[in-house]
C-alpha cells in the first residue's frame, strides 16, 4: 500500500529522519499556525505531483484535483533553503533478489538521472558502501531502519536536502549542515499487515475513493483463509461483468476481452479452492451493477480448485441478484468436478431461465473472450445496422 | 531424466498436520512420489494418512536420512522458520506452497540459501513462495500441481514449463496434452514479487536434461524475470528452442502500482513492462505465443 506523504514522514519521525516543521491541514477551515514562508503541499498518491499543480506558495489547495484526484489533505511546511539535493532509496530488485540502496545527485526528475544502485545484505543490514557521502551515512542508516521495521516494498526521500538551518529549531551555525527529507514515499508490503504495529486506513490507487462494491469485495476474505475471493477487486468503467479464477488466468483473460473491445465492468479474481460462500457473496457483488450487457466467469484448468463448489456458489449468488439477470452468461473453466457442475448448471439454467453458454476445458479458455463479446454486444450490433 | 523432481526424490512435509500439508501429502503419494516424513513441531509421534511426523527436521532425517527435497505448506508468519530450518539442515530442494509471505521474510530466506553472511547455505534451492508446485509427469510430483489426479492434465514428454501462474502451468499443459505433446517437467515459480528460482535459474537445469527439447515461459508484467531469461538465451547460455507467453497488457491501462492477483505482477513505470518483456525476448530469438491456444504449434 502506498502510503500518503505525511504518514509516510511520521515513519521517517519515529526513526529520527528529519523533516521539515509541518501542519496538516485537514479542511480548508483549519488555520496556518506556521510562522513565517511556508509552501502547502496537496496529499495524493500520484506521482509528479508538482508537475500537476499540486504544490504552492500561496494558494493551500483544497478543491483542487491533481492527475484525478481530489485534495482532501494538505500538508503545509516550513521553506527550507536547500544547499544541496540528492535521492535515496532502499527498495528490493528482482535482478539482486535482495534488498538494493538507489542513490543519487539532483531532485525531482531523478528517475531520468543519474543514480547508482548498491546491493545490501538483508542478514547483515546496511552498510555504507565506500564511496558514499560521510555526511549521508546516518540518514540512510535511519532510513534503512523504516525499511525493515515497517516492512516496505519501497522507502524512498526525493529530494534529500542538505540545508543550513537546523530544521527543528531554525537557528544555523556556521559550518554546520542539517539533512532534512523534503518528501516521503513509502510503499508497505501489505503481506507484512498482520505483523506491523501502525496501521493506515485502505486507499485507492484510482485517484477516487474505494467504492462500496470494493469494500465489500475486499471483505469476503477476512478472517477466512479457504482460497481467495475479492481481496483483489476494482470497479470499471465497462458493461461485462466478469468474475475471473486465477491471479494469473485472469490477467490472460482481461488481455483477451480488451483486446476483442469487450469493456470489462470490473476486474476481480478467485484462488485456491475457495468455498462456495465466498463466490456465492463475490458473485451477487459483481451483479449487482446496473445496465450490465453480459457476465463472463471465466478460468484455465484448475489444478486443486474444485469447480463444481465454486460453480454452485455462483449459481447461489446469481439467484438472489435482483432484477433477475437477463443477459448471456459465458461460462469457460476445467478442473476437479467440473463435469459434474456443468451437468447440474444446464438443468439450472433450463428450469430457471439463465442464458448459460457453457464451455469446458476442450474450447479454449481466451476464444470464449469473443464469445461473450459477440453475445453481449449483440444488441448494439443490430442497432447499428 | 526431467529436473528436480526425479525417481531419486524423498519428500519431507513441513505443515503435515494442517489442512493443506495433509492434502497434499496423499496427493503426491498417490501420484507415485516417495514421502517419508512429515514435521509439526509439538506433534511428534503421530501419523498422517500413515507417514510419521516428528517435531523437527533432525529428527526426521535421523529416521529417514534419505530425505532430499521439502514441502512446506505452513502458515504465513510461520514460513520463514520452516525455510530457515529446511536451509539449515541442507535440505537441497524446498517448494514453498505457503502465499502472502512478507517480502523481507522472503529475501531473508534467499540469502540463507544463497549462504551469504553465514555458513549455513549450502546451496539449497527454493521454489516458490506461493508456488503452485513441480510435476515431472509419469516420474512424480511435489506440491499440489496436478490436484488428486494430474494424469489428465500433465503428461510425459519432451517439454519444460516453467510458469509464474500455477492456473496458467495446469491450463499449458492441458493445452499441450490435447495435442499429445508431452512435457518434461513443470515448474509453478510463482508470482511473488521475489522468487526462490527464477526462469534463467530453471532455464539452467532443463539446457542440461536429455528430456527436454523445447521450453514453454509462462510469464507475466512485472520484475525482470522474463528478461534476465532473455539475456541469459541472447548470450547462448540455452541453446533449445524457447516460446513464451506474457500477459498484463490489460493491467498498463490502470494507474501504475494497481495490485492485480500476483504481488509480483506489478509496474512502476517502464520497468518491467509488457513491452520491455517482448522486445527482450524476441531479441533474443524467442517465438512469442499471442494466445496460450498458439503454444502447441509453435513448440
Redesign the interface.
Known sequence: MLLYEFEGKQLFKNCGINVPMSQLLESPKDQVSLVGDVIFKAQVLSGKRADAGGISKENNLFGKTINGEKVEKVLVEELVDIDKEYYLSFSYSTETRGPVMTFGKGGTGVEKGVTKTYQVDILKGFVSPKDFPSELIDVAEKLWQVFTKYDCELAEINPLAIVKRDPSTRSARSGQNYVVALDAKIILDDDSDFRREIKFPQRNLFGRASTESEIEARKIDEGDHRGTAGSVYWDLDGDIAVIAAGGGGSIVNMDALISLGGKPANYTEHSGNPPREKLKRLTKIVLQKPNLKGCWFVGGTANFTDIYETLMGFVEGLREVSPKPNYPIVIRRGGPNDKKAFEELKQIGEKEGFEFHIFGRETPMTSTAKTIVDLAYKEDKKIRG | MAILVTDKTRVLVQGITGKEGSKVALQMRNYGTKVLAGVTPGKGGQEVQGIPVYNSIEEALKNHPTINTSFIAV???AAFGAMEEAISNKIPLINVLT??????DT??A???ARG???QIGSGTRIVGPSS?GIISPGIGKVG??????PRG?YSKGSVGVI?????????VS??LT?KGIGQSTVVGIG?D???GC?FADLLEDFEKDEQTKTVVI?G?IG???EE?AAEMIKNKKFTKKVVA?I?????E?????????????IVY?EK?SYKSKIKSLEAAGVIIAK???EIPSLV
Not at chain 2, 499440489?144 to 489426479?149: E, K, L, N, R, V
Not at chain 2, 491501462?253 to 505482477?265: F, Y
Open positions: 502458515p504465513n508468519f502465499e502472502h509471505i512478507p517480502i523481507k529475501a531473508k534467499i540469502a540463507l551469504n553472511g553465514s503452485i499440489s500441481i496436478g490436484g488428486d489426479d492434465v510458469s509464474k501462474s500455477g492456473g496458467m502451468a495446469s491450463e492441458w493445452i490435447k508470482g514479487i521475489l522468487t527464477t509462462f507475466e520484475g525482470t524475470y534476465d507467453f500477459s498484463g497488457l490489460f493491467a491501462s490502470l494507474p501504475a502500482g494497481t495490485k492485480l492477483g500476483h504481488a509480483g505482477a513505470g518491467g494466445t496460450p491456444d
